[in-house]
Structure formats: structure tokens, C-alpha cells
């Protein structure tokens, strides 16, 4: 009975102690169940990666129609900005024409009643003309008579 049974014996009172413990058992289920949380969380990261791919998939997706509607619009508004152009253009040629053509119209009006005017003018400065000229050459009743009668007559002619 020396010092190195007693370390025997002290050993296999230790282990007697260990197993009537269950410590083997319980360091086995903490390490089973530090296994099933690392299984659960390796589970769920896989579950939360497949989730994000799906989401990512989708995203691009709904990225490609944003662009594609996108593109839809930008074409659409330059149709549009060139119909209105082309509309805008016409509307403008149309009002200058009708601008011109009323512009046209007064000044053919206006020299229309300019030549009346002078007509007029004209037939006036005959009639005094004639007037003077026959009353000058002419006297008593018949120059009346000729003197009405060839106003009468200039007017006539002149409007």
C-alpha cells in the first residue's frame, strides 16, 4: 500500500464518482445537443439563403420589366413629342398662311378703295374742270342745261 495505489484507488474513485455522476452522459448531451443547434442553425441558414435567392431572382426580374416598361415610356413620350411637333409644325404653317392670305386680302382691299378714291377724286376735279371751262364759254339757259347734263354724265361714267 504505497502512494501509487492510493493514486489508483483515488483514480478509480474519481471515475466511480464521474460515472455514478452521469457526467459522461451529460457532457454526450450537451455535446448532442451543441451538434442539434449547429444542425438547426446550419438548416436555417440554408432555408434563409435559399429565401434570399428567390428574392434576389425576383428583384431582377422586377428590375427587367421596371427597365423594359422604362423603355416602353421613353419611346412612347418621343412618338408623342413627335406627333406634337409634327402637329404644332402644321398648326403654325396653317396660321401663317391664313395670316397671309388676310394680309393679302386688306391690301387688296385697301388698294381697291385707294383707286376708288382716286376715281373719285379724279371725277370730282373733271366735273369743277368742266364746270369752269363751260361756264367759262357758255352762259344763260343753255349752259345750265349742257353744264347739268355733263355732270350728270361725268359721274356716271367715273363711279
Not at 95 to 118: G, L, N, P, W, Y
Amino acid at each position: 500500500m504505497d502512494a501509487t495505489f492510493w493514486a489508483f484507488v483515488g483514480l478509480v474513485l474519481f471515475f466511480v464518482a464521474i460515472f455514478w455522476a452521469k457526467i459522461p452522459g451529460k457532457i454526450g448531451g450537451a455535446l448532442d445537443k451543441r451538434a442539434d443547434d449547429i444542425r438547426n442553425e446550419l438548416d436555417e441558414a440554408r432555408k434563409l439563403r435559399e429565401e434570399a435567392q428567390a428574392l434576389l431572382s425576383e428583384y431582377q426580374r422586377k428590375r427587367h420589366e421596371a427597365e423594359g416598361e422604362a423603355e416602353a415610356i421613353i419611346a412612347e413620350a418621343t412618338a408623342e413629342a413627335e406627333r406634337l411637333t409634327l402637329e404644332t409644325n402644321q398648326a403654325l404653317e396653317e396660321m401663317i398662311a391664313r395670316r397671309s392670305k388676310a394680309a393679302e386680302d386688306k391690301i387688296a382691299q385697301a388698294e381697291t378703295q385707294a383707286i376708288a378714291e382716286v376715281r373719285a377724286r379724279a371725277a370730282d376735279i373733271a366735273v369743277a374742270a368742266a364746270e369752269q371751262i363751260l361756264t367759262a364759254k357758255v352762259k344763260d339757259k343753255v349752259a345750265d342745261d349742257i353744264l347739268s347734263k355733263s355732270i350728270a354724265q361725268v359721274k356716271e361714267k367715273l363711279n
